[in-house]
């Protein structure tokens, strides 16, 4: 049997001299699962999604991403774990300011030479380019970052999250800034690019209307401890 691509167990997380944010005794995903993660402003959401990623390390217990024990790496080594296998839109897209529309799509396929080679003959220039013409931003390939709006911005983080075929790919409310029609194109994009490779995603959103889309949904919630005791 393959392992899942991700799997927590025991997993407490608190910021540095806090509480626990989260405490959640088991979550599986399967390879290949679409995965929708929702819960309230402040739940945790984006704190195990940086979990998941290996962006924080938890404070106790095991987090597994496809087979490999984050918990055993350093921080160097998580670093270039994600850059290798993990696609992370970020909720505030984490683009590089200075870089133009293409460098930061591309910029992943020269951080990783897994993710280099996954593009087997296509150059990163020419993948960029396609990437960008599904998410209607090829006009934008020139342009800085700064001089773009934030739902075009949204699109270039997801760009690049899915150059180079990651095999687990995480989105912190990817489709907040965008407008209905756009918000069904750009799902159907992604559904279609993780199929493509097989990858795994893993969704956050407030937008529960979204969930059916999904082949499963939690509510963290009911996930964990921590907010039970924080409700009680
Ligand atoms: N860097 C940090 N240092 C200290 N506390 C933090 C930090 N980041 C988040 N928190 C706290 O951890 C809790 C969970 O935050 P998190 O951002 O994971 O929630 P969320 O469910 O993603 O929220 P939202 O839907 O508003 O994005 C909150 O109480 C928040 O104040």
Redesign the pocket.
Known sequence: MTEPAVALHEVRFA?RG?TA?LDIPSLHVARGERLFLH??????????LGLIAGVLSATSGRVQVLGSDLGAMGSAERDRFRAAHVGYVF?MFNLIPYLSVRENIMLPARLSKLRRARLGDAEPNAEATRLAAGLEIDTLLDARIGELSVGQQQRVAVARALIGAPELIVCD?PTSALDADRRDRFLELLFASVAAVGSTLVF?S?DLALAERFGRTVALGQLNRASQVAAA
């Open positions: 910021y806090g944010v819960g309230p402003s402040g739940s945790g959401k984006t704190t195990l909720q409310e956050v407030h």
